[in-house]
């Protein structure tokens, strides 16, 4: 009976080793920095300056976008955005009054919050000024691809 335990127990440390090296393997074939099909363009380059910059701020180091406790999410490209749109805002004393939060709209497309009230679109932000800052936000990012 032993010996029966002894084998069985050895096919399944062998199997494990087995389904151990094949994740290995198969982890070493993704390549993440590497240009494919299978990847946005977004994430094949550093995150916009403004999102280094705030995640650095933060203490979080590099990451893909900065997110802020309790504030709402949208797609990383959308944040990465977001974060070029808050460096604009903050860098200019009337933008400055506006807190913009980016979020993912029920059906999957993008809300704007601006001072908590919630915006469907570009066209539908309360104030010219903030438009043109979100515009040229999304034209640096584009830039940056």
């Known amino acids: 009976m032993s010996v029966v335990i002894l084998i069985a127990g050895s096919v399944m440390i062998l199997i494990a080793v087995v389904l151990l090296a ?3 393997i198969a982890a070493n074939r993704v390549k993440l920095t590497e240009k494919t099909d299978g990847k946005p363009e977004w994430m094949h380059a550093m995150p916009p300056k ?5 995640t650095m701020k933060d203490g979080e180091g590099v990451t ?12 990383p490209f959308a944040e990465q955005i977001e974060d070029v749109l808050r ?5 200019d004393p009337y933008l400055k009054s506006f807190d913009i939060d980016f979020g993912t709209a029920e059906d999957g497309g993008l809300d704007i ?3 908590g009230e919630k915006y469907n679109g570009v066209n539908q932000l309360p104030d010219e000024n903030l438009k043109q800052a979100f515009l040229q936000a999304v034209k640096d990012w584009n830039s940056r691809k």
């Open 50 to 54: 403004e999102t280094v910059e705030a």
């Open 64 to 75: 893909l976008y900065d997110y802020d406790e309790g504030e709402k999410l949208a797609a």
């Open 22 to 24: 094949s994740m290995f």
């Open 113 to 115: 919050w601006v001072n």
């Open 87 to 91: 460096a604009k805002v903050e860098s």
